[in-house]
């Protein structure tokens, strides 16, 4: 790892269907927020990294350009990070790199989607290749509801099983976003109406799977020297990872993904994590699909492979058990893409800050954050502890 | 003699609906109206057009609705004599950036109102520092073409 790296501030829009407002309008109010919540002017900033999901979904291309303004990015170095869903970790491991390298002492990432001004799934059929493929995946949930099939035909979990534990972690995560002022859907819903909810892509049903929002997301890195300076509290970056995976959907084993086991090792290994189920306190997984959700606790180490079932039902994973898993409702209650990532990161750093509100996980030190992005080939994960 | 490859020619169409947002919104009801309106900024006190929520200088909400001269100076141009896919404007015609009166920073248009069809004679006429004037279509729907072109004043 290079030199110490924190996080001082979090700045988040109210994020859903924000059609009365601009797109830069929109970003801004989540820079403005950021500066405010750190303290900091524009002029303390070093560089600006911002990111999409892909560029095709925002209809202007190179939107770090028509944002400059918005991100107050005028003078300064400028990148855009781009790995579709997981650009949002990416947007804070680049910035995380820049801080920690010592070429930049305080850098502003922010991450912004407009999802209703776009066609989400039609911009995701897109990154696939024209001449094989294209023509099989339908989009985010055709190729992850295929590999929870998958995940759940290798451990023979009973197909019951599977739905109700899915049904439950929809349940939950519904629930909890009435404790987060940012969320998008706030919507209490039965594990009846989960189960009985129109079906997408099976085995995923409506209440399944996430909503089209619009939202921003920024925070801001600095190195501990500048903390120092300026007297800040900060969330402490422990540790990242990021892995990928072959192009083709079926070059790899999708069932134990190897992508998102590597990347939580690479950051446990550097956060001196070796149980991270008792280690981590909070843990805010990207989880468009609940079912998804669960095979991700397997690849991180939160159980063995085959057991998340069992141990959702027994509330292992909810806000009062053993390792809360996203308690702000997740992705599956909001999801901007391109800010959905640094939001996993900004949730964390609410939590080991004590800085959370209604949903704050008590005594919250050590928080994981995740998102995955393409069709099925990448997954970042970072670290967060209230300590250096 | 070398083989020849395959090539697949295919096109990607995709929808948008992309928000104006409050302050875009009046800016074109006034376009519709043939008014061009810029907002102030309160700490530099510029007067950007088109209208902006905030001033990219100063990060501050703009706080003053103003409205532009319907004149202005010319100060960079280009005469277009291609074509490409998808253009949205049908050459030749002339990128303008000019001054308008009252404002602190150019606005993108183009000029029009004279034969542009011979490039030479076109360059006589067109000078930096030149008097230009809106001409605004009968029909206007609120778009940035209810202007149709700026011609010499």
């Known amino acids: ?388 | 003699m070398a083989k020849e490859y395959k090539t697949l020619m295919t096109e990607i169409r995709l929808p948008y609906e992309i928000s104006y947002g409050a302050t875009w919104t009046r800016f074109f009801e006034g376009m519709a109206e043939k008014k061009i309106y810029g907002t102030k900024c309160g700490r530099c006190n510029r007067v950007l057009v088109p209208a902006r929520s905030f001033c990219p200088r100063c990060f501050v909400d703009t706080t003053d609705w103003v409205e532009a001269g319907q004149q202005g100076t010319l100060t960079a141009w280009s005469y277009v004599s291609y074509r490409y896919f998808g253009m949205p404007t049908e050459p030749p015609f002339i990128s303008a950036l000019l001054r308008l009166d009252g404002t602190d920073v150019d606005f993108l248009h183009m000029m029009g109102g004279f034969d542009m069809s011979d490039f030479e004679q076109t360059r006589k006429i067109v000078k930096n520092g030149m008097k230009l004037r809106a001409v605004w279509k009968d029909e206007r729907q609120g778009h940035i073409l209810d202007i149709k072109y700026f011609e010499p004043a």
């Not at chain 1, 079926?250 to 991270?276: E, F, H, L, M, R």
Request: proline content about 4%.
């Open chain 1, 1 to 388: 790892m290079g030199r110490a790296v924190g996080i001082i501030g979090v700045g988040q829009t109210h994020h859903g269907r924000r059609t009365e407002m601009s797109y830069p309008d929109l970003v801004r109010e989540a820079v403005v927020r950021v500066f405010d919540d750190a303290g900091l002017t524009p002029a303390d900033i070093d560089g600006v990294v911002s990111g999409t999901m892909p560029s095709m979904m925002e209809g202007i291309a190179l939107t770090h350009f028509y944002f400059a303004d918005a991100m107050q990015a005028v003078g300064k170095p400028i990148l855009k990070t781009e790995t579709c869903g997981s650009t949002g970790v990416s947007i804070a491991q680049t910035a995380y790199y820049w801080v920690a390298s010592g070429m930049a002492d305080c850098v502003l990432a922010v991450g912004h989607e407009k999802m209703n001004e776009g066609n989400a799934q039609a911009t995701m059929t897109t990154v696939v290749e024209p001449f094989y493929q294209r023509y099989f995946i339908a989009g985010a949930p055709g190729v992850f509801s295929m590999q929870s099939q998958m995940w759940a035909d290798r451990y023979g979990i009973p197909e019951d099983k599977i739905r109700d534990a899915a049904a439950y972690i929809s349940v939950t995560h519904h629930d909890s976003a009435f404790d987060n002022p940012y969320a998008h859907v706030k919507l209490r819903v039965s594990m009846d109406d989960v189960k009985n909810a129109r079906l997408i892509t099976y085995p995923v049903r409506l209440l399944d799977v996430c909503p089209t929002s619009d939202g921003a997301c920024a925070l801001i890195f600095a190195s501990e020297e500048f903390i120092r300076k300026i007297g800040k509290k900060a969330a402490w970056v422990k540790g990242v990872g990021y892995r990928g995976e072959e192009y083709f959907f079926g070059d790899s084993d999708k069932g134990v993904w190897q992508s998102a086991v590597q990347s939580a090792k690479q950051a446990y290994d550097q956060a001196g994590i070796t149980n991270p189920r008792k280690e981590l306190d909070v843990a805010e997984v990207y989880n468009p699909f609940t079912f998804q959700e669960m095979l991700f606790y397997e690849c991180f180490g939160f159980c063995g492979f085959g057991e998340s079932p069992d141990l959702v039902l027994k509330g292992i994973f909810n806000r009062k058990g053993e390792l809360p898993c996203d308690p702000s409702g997740g992705v599956l209650c909001t999801n901007p893409i391109g800010a959905t990532g640094l939001i996993r990161v900004a949730e964390t750093v609410l939590q080991v800050m004590g800085k959370a509100g209604d949903h704050q996980i008590p005594g919250a030190k050590l928080a994981l954050s995740h998102a995955m992005g393409g069709v099925d080939q990448f997954n970042g994960v970072m670290i967060v502890g209230s300590e250096l």
